[in-house]
Each structure stands twice: as structure tokens, then as C-alpha cells.
């Protein structure tokens, strides 16, 4: 029954790395560093049978480049 589900610890981290050089910045980071998709929460609206379930965003790898003037 998705209304008695508990939750587990879950486990996410996010890293950002980044240097400044002649007024540019330069930043990598990585959200959900280990792509967790520990389960978040389970329900089921309305006594509906379907059961639906949230996780976590997946991973996501990006780069942040600002130049100041």
C-alpha cells in the first residue's frame, strides 16, 4: 500500500569545481553526482490501483563560463 511505504535514507550529492582567470570564470558541476534514483515517495490518488513513484532528477553535467568587465 503506497499510503504505510517509508521512506529509506537516501543518497545524493552534487560537485562544482571552478577557477578565475583575467576576469573569466570557469565552472564545471555534476547534480546527482552518483545518479542515485533512490525512491522518493510512492502514492496513489483517489484509492486508484495505479501506484506512482518520484525520484530524484537525473544526472546532469554541465559548464558555467562568465567573463566580468
Given amino acids: 500500500n503506497a499510503f504505510s511505504y517509508?521512506?529509506?535514507?537516501?543518497?545524493?550529492?552534487?560537485?562544482?569545481?571552478?577557477?578565475?582567470?583575467?576576469?573569466v570564470d570557469v565552472n564545471v558541476y555534476v547534480n546527482n553526482l552518483f545518479n542515485s534514483t533512490d525512491p522518493l515517495n510512492l502514492a496513489n490518488a483517489n484509492l486508484s490501483p495505479l501506484i506512482t513513484a518520484s525520484t530524484f532528477a537525473p544526472r546532469e553535467i554541465g559548464m558555467q563560463i562568465t567573463h566580468r568587465y
Fill in 6 to 23: 517509508k521512506g529509506q535514507a537516501t543518497r545524493f550529492a552534487q560537485a562544482r569545481a571552478g577557477v578565475t582567470v583575467s576576469g
